[in-house]
């Protein structure tokens, strides 16, 4: 069974750029994550979705971040314009509830490079 | 507010011993704990995880413990093997969350031959 799928694997930029990254989950894996991690921190959720619905996106910077799922499978994080700050990686996770519980599965991420 | 914490960045652990890791939380809604291990440039790879109606799992050469008075839980692995060199979070998840998940800050582990 394929993993979650994410590109581009790496990226940089200059800031004020935009960029996007895409996820394609696992199939049949109706929740999509998107994670942030900074260097030597653990990742933090910026939003999840549920099908095509984001189910929580409070985390997500709405100034200069926004995300779609259409067709609640492949996902898009775009970043506009992009700070120096923004340098991490970015990493989607995809979850089906079984038994009760939920276990999230993470793809390689994306490195980005704000320069 | 880091309500999940590793406090140990590293450990070293030679070839064929135990590894203990430990994880302390400070919000008692938690009901459910994993680990994830990650090797360099991959995403964290799912490990073993806990209810908080169990105080033990158990899963090959994994092993997890939850202690919910103390808000610590700890993940051991006997024996290590060099291919357990990698970082491991901790991380934990409320009822009613939307399966947020609060990962620590991760601890990285070195099994030395």
């Known amino acids: 069974e394929a993993g979650v799928v994410q590109s581009p694997r790496y990226k940089i930029i200059e800031k004020k750029q935009p960029v996007a990254f895409w996820c394609n989950p696992i199939s049949g894996h109706n929740t999509l994550y998107w994670y942030l991690q900074n260097l030597g921190q653990g990742p933090e959720l910026l939003i999840r979705y549920e099908n095509e619905e984001a189910v929580d996106d409070s985390q997500l910077p709405k100034d200069r971040f926004s995300a779609e799922r259409l067709k609640g499978v492949d996902s898009t994080l775009k970043i506009q314009p992009a700070e120096l700050g923004d340098s991490a990686v970015y990493l989607c996770?995809?979850?089906?509830?079984?038994?009760?519980?939920?276990?999230?599965?993470f793809g390689p991420g994306t490195r980005l490079l704000v320069l | 507010d880091q309500q999940v914490k590793q406090n140990s960045p590293s450990l070293s652990v030679q070839e064929g011993r135990i590894s203990i890791l430990n994880c302390d939380y400070t919000n008692s809604m938690f009901d459910y704990f994993l680990w994830y291990k990650k090797y360099p440039a991959e995403g964290p790879t799912f490990l073993i995880s806990?209810?908080?109606?169990?105080d033990k799992n158990e899963d090959g050469r994994f092993t997890v413990f939850l202690n919910k008075s103390a808000k610590h839980l700890s993940l051991h692995i006997v024996p290590s093997q060099p291919g357990d060199s990698a970082v491991y979070f901790c991380?934990?998840?409320?009822?009613?969350?939307?399966?947020?998940?609060?990962f620590g800050a991760g601890t990285q582990v070195v099994v030395t031959p």
């Open positions: 806990i209810s908080s109606i169990k």
């Open positions: 996770a995809s979850s089906q509830r079984t038994g009760g519980v939920e276990t999230q599965y």
């Open positions: 991380a934990a998840s409320a009822p009613g969350s939307w399966g947020k998940l609060q």
